[in-house]
């Protein structure tokens, strides 16, 4: 089966800029997820949907970052404006559902806000 | 706030030598997994225990989960140079068994 795919692979903008990545989830995984990874640390959960709803947004920043699963499937994160420690390489993942179902990462997207 | 401490941070062993690394939390968890990640690749999923005092083996990784499942250990025997990358292990909590990280250990095994 193909895996979970995210572009772009690499990111480089200045702060104040905008940015969205894009990722498309395993077929027929109901459940995504997008996760900020620091450098030296490990990833940190942003956003996770079921279907095209939000279960949990808890650890967005969301007076600059937004995400989007309109139609169940692919999803869009964006980041308006950047500052310096947004950072990272973010992860999407996917499942077959919630609870107890392996998660599949893509490769991510590594952001580089000068 | 659940935390998920690993331990040791770094590793750099030699090839063919044993070693383990820890995951420890004061928090119970429903589950939990093990990833490898390599650089610029997203974590793969190596093994998820269950049960309190289970024990899964996957080749020469040995996978543990506390009795009080609140901790986990994994062990590898006879390291190899293919072994080098990040441990993530991730605790699922909640109704939605959201998955709480660690900060991995970086294992460096060298020929």
């Known amino acids: 089966e193909a895996g979970v795919a995210q572009s772009p692979r690499y990111k480089i903008i200045e702060k104040r800029q905008s940015v969205a990545f894009w990722c498309n989830p395993i077929s027929g995984h109901a459940t995504l997820y997008w996760y900020q990874q620091i450098l030296g640390q490990g990833p940190k959960l942003l956003i996770q949907f079921q279907n095209n709803g939000v279960v949990d947004d808890s650890q967005l920043p969301k007076d600059r970052f937004s995400a989007e699963r309109l139609k169940g499937v692919d999803s869009t994160l964006k980041i308006q404006p950047a500052k310096l420690e947004d950072s990272a390489v973010y992860l999407c993942?996917?499942?077959?559902?919630?609870?107890?179902?392996?998660?599949?990462f893509g490769n991510g997207t590594r952001l580089t806000v000068t | 706030t659940q935390l998920l401490e690993q331990s040791p941070q770094f590793l750099s062993i030699q090839e063919g030598e044993n070693l383990t690394v820890y995951c420890n939390s004061s928090?119970?968890?429903?589950?939990l997994q093990w990833y490898r990640q390599e650089p610029g690749e997203g974590p793969v999923l190596l093994v998820t225990v269950v049960t309190g005092g289970e024990v899964k083996k996957l080749k020469r990784l040995t996978f543990q989960f506390g009795d009080a499942r609140k901790d986990s250990s994994l062990h590898i025997t006879a390291a190899q140079t293919g072994d080098t990358g990040l441990y993530l292990c991730a605790g699922a909590t909640g109704s939605q068994g959201n998955l709480i990280f660690g900060k991995g250990t970086k294992l460096s095994v060298k020929p």
């Open positions: 928090s119970v968890f429903s589950s």
């Open positions: 993942a996917s499942s077959l559902q919630l609870a107890g179902y392996p998660l599949h």
